[in-house]
């Protein structure tokens, strides 16, 4: 089916829109699931159990189907849940549970709400990945709600996150030189140009090297503050690691895949938890915080590295 994304709008509820809330909901629910009790009570009546109370129910429409829709259902002064997302099959992959979820979130803070949360389950993996990029993360789920829900996330608004700017600079930093990396020859790579000197395969895999030690140290940081962990000797894990006998292409693709990782890592850190502090061999303690930002600064100083190596070599050609 294809439709023009301009002309998927999102509407407010009536009376005569409920019945779709229903419709949409069910399906998905009875696809992935069972209908439990609570439900039907909710998906029947979200008059009396979410707008009579509070609450807030929007739809998206293509022309004059109704396609998709969520709610917020109201906790307490500060906290609102948001629930019941559902898009129609037939017009998945045109971000309409996106464009549903961005608005709802700006009804909740219109409203005064300071916390939205949501109840959902791990086996739907697209949609954890869209509340993850919103700026949900992860919190305990209370028993005791749907059977179906084996997680439970928060969204906190005018929080503070400076580990979203990293993780997004990080983002753009492997998006933007993984192809760059891609266009540099096995042999190119491979060339110890200075004596003594790393190759431009080498220091990639240092850079893997610091990925694999600072994730250990941002997990470990999170829980135990003023924590004290060993360094790592660079010149000998490169040796060991033998990344000068690696595959070029295999190469990017390990330093790619385990930053795209981190870039996952880094957003969910906890806000409160970013002053924690590491302490590494005998060096002054640094917090978590300061380890995030330094971690981007040190690949892209090698980053540039490879540069000038690789267009050292093109001009001894």
Not at 53 to 77: H, Y
Request: proline content about 3%; charged content about 25%.
């Amino acid at each position: 089916m294809n439709i023009a994304i301009d002309t998927i709008r999102l509407i407010g509820c009536e009376p005569h829109l409920l019945p779709h809330f229903e419709r949409l909901n069910r399906h998905w629910i009875e696809k992935y699931f069972a209908i439990e009790p609570a439900d039907i009570d909710s998906l029947q009546h979200a008059d009396k159990n979410i707008i009579d109370k509070g609450g807030t129910i929007i739809f998206a429409a293509a022309g004059e189907e109704i396609v998709g829709t969520v709610a917020l259902k109201s906790i307490d002064a500060e906290t609102t849940e948001m629930t019941k997302l559902a898009v129609d099959e037939k017009f998945q992959g045109y971000k309409i549970g996106w464009r549903l979820v961005k608005e709802i979130l700006r009804l909740a803070a219109e409203q005064g709400y300071k916390k939205v949360v949501l109840y959902s389950n791990t086996i739907l993996v697209p949609a954890l990945n869209m509340y993850e990029k919103f700026g949900f993360r992860e919190i305990p789920v209370e028993p005791g709600r749907y059977k179906r829900s084996n997680i439970k996330m928060e969204y906190i608004f005018d929080e503070e996150r400076p580990q979203y700017a990293v993780a997004k600079e990080l983002g753009e930093l492997i998006s933007a030189w993984e192809q760059q990396l891609s266009g540099i020859s096995d042999q190119e790579a491979a060339a110890r140009l200075r004596s003594g000197k790393w190759s431009i395969k080498e220091i990639l895999g240092h850079l893997i090297d610091s990925a694999i030690n600072n994730n250990v140290r941002i997990i470990r940081a999170q829980q135990i503050s003023l924590l004290q962990i060993p360094g790592y000797d660079q010149e000998f894990w490169v040796k060991g690691q033998a990344w000068q006998f690696m595959n070029w292409q295999n190469l990017i693709k390990l330093w790619t895949v385990f930053n795209q990782h981190l870039v996952l890592t880094i957003r969910t850190i906890p806000t409160e938890v970013l002053q924690h502090t590491v302490k590494v061999n005998e060096n002054e303690p640094v917090t978590l915080s300061y380890l995030i930002v330094d971690y981007v600064i040190h690949m892209k100083h090698h980053l540039s590295q490879i540069n000038e190596l690789f267009n050292l070599k093109k001009d001894t050609i």
